[in-house]
């Protein structure tokens, strides 16, 4: 079972950046997809972005330009972060790290979360 543990999350002011974080735990398979959603209150959850283990990246139409995501493996850890900048208000969600493996000890697919962390732009 790979856990995904979130940091980085918080309040900024409209215009600012935060940075989050996210480290899977120890394994010997790499994530083929990596990448973050959001939820905000009373709607559904939503793909921010996605990065590949070859490097293709996928963003949501509101955050291009202003979000880079990027993924990172060492000693059998696989981490993904994703730099917030020119935050907005409508940005204010819980942000869910995802990984996506392609096979695992058990011989299949599996899909993880994380328990995910709170990012308000608020002034």
């Known amino acids: 079972q790979v856990q995904l543990v979130e940091s980085g999350g918080g309040l900024v002011r409209p215009g600012g950046s935060l940075r989050l974080s996210c480290a899977a735990s120890?394994?010997?398979?790499?994530?083929?997809?990596m990448g973050w959603y959001r939820q905000a209150p009373g709607k559904q959850r939503e793909l921010v972005a996605t990065k590949t283990s070859d490097g293709v990246t996928n963003y949501a139409d509101s955050v291009k330009g202003r979000f880079t995501i990027s993924r990172s493996r060492d000693n059998a850890k696989s981490t993904v972060s994703l730099q917030m900048n020119s935050l907005k208000p409508d940005d204010t969600a819980i942000y869910y790290c995802?990984?996506?493996?392609?096979?695992?000890?058990?011989?299949?697919?599996?899909?993880?979360w994380g328990r995910g962390t709170q990012v308000t732009v608020s002034s």
């Open positions: 120890e394994s010997i398979f790499t994530p083929y997809i």
């Open positions: 995802n990984a996506y493996y392609t096979t695992t000890n058990f011989g299949r697919p599996a899909d993880y």
